[in-house]
C-alpha cells in the first residue's frame, strides 16, 4: 500500500511538472526499498507458518473442527 502510494504521489508531481529530478529518483529509491521490505516480510511469514501448515497440524485441525478432509 505505502509503495503504491508512493508511487502514485511521484507521478502527480511529475504530472504537475515542477518537481526536481533527485526527488523523483528518492521517491523511486524509497518504493523500491518499501518493494524489497514486502518480499522480505513475505518470506520470513512462509517461514514461520510452515510449522502450521504441516498435514499433522492441519488433521487436528480438522479434528477439532469436525472437518473431514
Not at 533527485?22 to 520470513?44: C, F, H, I, K, S
Not at 511469514?45 to 472437518?67: C, H, Q, W
Request: glycine residues 8%.
Amino acid at each position: 500500500m505505502q509503495r503504491e502510494a508512493v508511487r502514485a504521489f511521484a507521478a502527480a508531481m511529475m504530472d504537475e511538472g515542477r518537481v526536481p529530478a533527485p526527488t523523483v529518483l528518492a521517491m523511486g529509491e524509497l518504493a523500491a526499498q518499501l518493494d524489497a521490505r514486502q518480499l522480505r516480510a513475505r518470506a520470513e511469514l512462509v517461514g514461520r507458518l510452515d510449522p502450521f501448515l504441516s498435514r499433522k497440524n492441519r488433521a487436528r485441525i480438522g479434528t477439532l473442527t469436525g472437518d473431514s478432509r
